[in-house]
């Protein structure tokens, strides 16, 4: 059974940066990908950046190009999430998921997280 656990959300003031990680557990990164993906209140959820497991490349949502970086450590089962310059429009709620393709999509993804939220905020 998949197991995915975000963690490292939090308060954070416009401007500022945060880490999350999803430590994952009965999956083999290198036979999926790993995506996350955000849900602020009255929106729908929407892609963030994925990473392929056979070789890594990544892939981001055209509006978190530059400012967020997806990237995993196969050995500790983790992909993590590097948001830089975080805007208030980037609150949500922030999940991991899996998928057996690359894709946008979350429909695509079959595995989930709980989530970890993420405020920006003065």
């Known amino acids: 059974q998949v197991q995915l656990m975000e963690s490292g959300g939090g308060l954070v003031q416009p401007g500022g940066s945060l880490r999350l990680s999803c430590a994952a557990s009965?999956?083999?990164?290198?036979?999926?990908?790993m995506g996350w993906f955000r849900q602020a209140p009255g929106k729908e959820r929407e892609f963030v950046a994925g990473i392929i497991g056979s070789g890594g490349s990544t892939y981001y949502a055209d509006s978190m190009k530059g400012r967020f970086t997806i990237s995993k450590d196969n050995a500790k089962n983790t992909v993590y999430l590097q948001m830089n310059s975080l805007e208030p429009e980037d609150t949500a709620l922030y999940y991991c998921?899996?998928?057996?393709?690359?894709?946008?999509?979350?429909?695509?993804?079959?595995?989930w997280g709980q989530g970890t939220q993420v405020t920006v905020s003065s």
């Open positions: 009965g999956i083999i990164f290198d036979d999926n990908t």
């Open positions: 998921a899996s998928s057996a393709w690359a894709s946008r999509s979350a429909a695509d993804f079959r595995s």
